[in-house]
């Protein structure tokens, strides 16, 4: 009976241990499925306009810093992923949205100051009052790249004022310091990309 029992209960737990895993691989599967799928599936069923933006980072000021940033509607704000290139080793820069959406310039003066729809100092995100475009400094790795995502409480992708639809991603020379106004003293732009609905 003991003989019997041991590999029945060690069935089921396997089993069990089976089902809860393909359960749980399955419905990881099927919500990145889901957020594929998001775009075309939110701009059916909701009224807020679209729920993925992207930018494209080009060189600016004689760089060859590029790369691509992704801002994704979450219910606590705006997962912003950004993937860069072409920096210096092992360098810290200032990063922030920018108000205008034209990255003609070569110097990137075109996209205009931090993006500030609610009239703010600037200062560190996780400050009481910074710009709704301030985000965190990016570090690059020995190879020169950055891979980073953060969570942008003030942002959103869509429509109404916060949106950054239509804005710019700036990457700066140096770093953001959080507390010079109203730039941080983050130099120049080195990469500069607009933002659209993706
Ligand atoms: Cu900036
Ligand atoms: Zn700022």
């Known amino acids: ?14 089993t069990v241990a089976l089902a809860g895993c393909a359960g749980s691989s399955k419905s990881s599967s099927a919500s990145s499925g889901a957020a594929a799928a998001a775009p075309a599936a939110a701009s059916a069923s909701t009224t807020s306009g679209p729920t993925r933006a992207s930018a494209t980072l080009q060189p600016k000021s004689g760089t060859n810093t590029a790369g691509t940033v992704t ?3 979450q219910p606590g704000g705006v997962l912003m992923s950004a993937a860069i290139t072409g920096l210096p080793p092992n360098t810290v820069h200032g990063f922030h949205v920018h108000e205008k959406g034209d990255c003609s310039a070569p110097d990137a003066m075109s996209a ?8 703010k100092p600037h200062g560190q995100m996780t400050m009481p009052d910074h710009h709704a475009g301030d985000m965190n400094n990016v570090t690059a790795d020995a190879s020169g790249n950055v891979r980073v995502s953060m969570l942008l409480p003030d942002l959103t ?23 010079t106004q109203p730039t941080g003293n983050a130099g120049g732009r080195i990469a500069c990309g607009v933002v659209a609905a993706s």
Do not use: E, W
């Not at 009976?1 to 396997?14: D, E, F, G, H, R």
């Open 1 to 14: 009976m003991k003989q019997l029992l041991t590999p029945l209960a060690a069935c089921i737990a396997a």
């Open 71 to 73: 801002f994704q509607q």
């Open 112 to 119: 205009g100051g931090h993006f500030n729809p609610t009239g």
């Open 157 to 179: 992708v869509g429509t109404g004022a916060n949106s950054v639809i239509g804005r710019a991603v700036v990457v700066h020379k140096d770093p953001d310091d959080y507390k």
